[in-house]
């Protein structure tokens, strides 16, 4: 495809506002996408969001949105739970899709969704692509190359917290910054699982490979939660503690907790015979990987990402736009991105799985994979 992409997003939300509108309004990605649409249930906000960001049709439902023909791709920035079933219609109606993290819920939804977009010709980007980062990519090449001696265990995970009551984009009260998050404490797709330690646990199977087996521990320890003066049920589990088995005797420790944090976020540690690395370091050093210092200046590696440039580096969410864009090249130039589908569903069986292996009290074999690119 020569001309730029026609983008439409689903979900004038936080993410679809910070993540993608507010990137692909700017001059400088015109000549490969443009926004061709958006769409949200909300009363409003849509006309809202298309009003500000220059967007040049607003829709009510997906449905309307899938119809357009201007569209040729979607960003899903919806709930989760929504994700399956908006993504295999947008598939079967011949447009590519990114997924925001995380891509379905369950690893058979995942592979339906991958077997009809080779069908269709369509192509698939699902966040988190953690592995576009330089920090993942040079510690899977010193773990490769036996920098740590013989691996023995690694651990990755985040806490759910208060985040979403008290983020700041949800306390205005205008239509684009009064956004209610109490989908993220329901099923399907709720839980600090599906939205946070997604991002570690991308890190650490980039890292390790696919994981073989999962054991576990789960469940809800907070029932209510308030947003704005009103109390909402919670069904979602909030406090889950999963083991992981990788083979050879290597296994890994992943929590979605109801608080705390034991490592990085989005990063993981890794623990050998020769030494460790957590987070950014290595036996206390940090790890020297190509633009340390511009990221270290920047307060942050988003800025190393290879479409966050420009205006986009003082944006919020520039890893959801990068995600996008990695969807625009591969639809547009053919060029394949690491933030695979398949890679998303491997992540989803292990969540699956573990809440599996939490209910029966038995460990859960894994049967999905993955495969990589080698980048250096």
Not at 81 to 100: C, D, I, M, P, T
Not at 139 to 154: E, K
Not at 287 to 314: F, K, M, S
């Amino acid at each position: 495809m020569s001309r730029p992409i026609g983008m439409g997003v689903v979900g004038a939300g936080s993410i679809g506002i910070r993540g993608a509108l507010q990137h692909l309004c700017l001059p400088d990605v015109q000549d490969r996408v443009r926004l061709a649409a958006v769409c949200d249930p909300v009363p409003g906000r849509a006309a809202a969001a298309a009003a500000k960001y220059g967007v040049p049709h607003a829709y009510q439902s997906f449905e309307e949105l899938l119809a357009d023909d201007s569209v040729d791709a979607v960003t899903l920035g919806s709930p989760i739970g929504l994700h399956y079933e908006q993504g295999l219609a947008a598939v079967r109606a011949g447009k590519h899709v990114h997924f925001n993290k995380t891509m379905t819920t369950t690893a058979s939804e995942a592979t339906k969704i991958i077997n009809e977009a080779a069908a269709h010709r369509v192509r698939l980007v699902a966040s988190p692509g953690q592995m576009l980062r330089p920090i993942n990519q040079r510690i899977r090449r010193l773990v490769q190359d036996g920098a740590l001696g013989r691996l023995a265990w690694a651990a990755t995970g985040a806490g759910f917290g208060t985040y979403h009551e008290n983020e700041g984009c949800r306390q205005g009260d205008d239509v684009l910054s009064n956004i209610n998050p109490a989908w993220y404490w329901r099923r399907p797709g709720g839980g600090p699982l599906f939205d946070m330690t997604v991002y570690g646990l991308h890190s650490l199977t980039g890292v390790l490979g696919p994981a073989q087996r999962v054991a576990g521990m789960s469940g809800v320890a907070v029932r209510e939660r308030e947003f704005q003066g009103t109390r909402y049920a919670c069904d979602a589990d909030d406090n889950t503690l999963l083991l992981l088995d990788f083979g050879n005797q290597t296994y890994a420790f992943v929590y979605g907790a109801l608080s705390g944090m034991l490592t990085e976020f989005g990063l993981a540690s890794y623990f050998g015979t020769r030494g460790h690395i957590a987070g950014r370091t290595m036996n206390g050093e940090p790890i020297d990987y190509p633009g340390r210092t511009e990221a270290e200046a920047a307060g942050g590696d988003n800025v190393l990402l290879p479409h966050v440039v420009g205006p986009h580096r003082e944006l919020d969410e520039a890893h959801v736009f990068e995600d996008i864009m990695q969807l625009v090249d591969w639809a547009r130039e053919g060029i394949p991105s690491p933030a695979t589908a398949e890679h998303a569903r491997h992540v989803i069986e292990i969540f699956e799985a573990g809440y599996r292996a939490a209910e029966t009290g038995e460990t859960q074999t894994l049967t999905t994979t993955f495969e990589l690119p080698d980048q250096g």
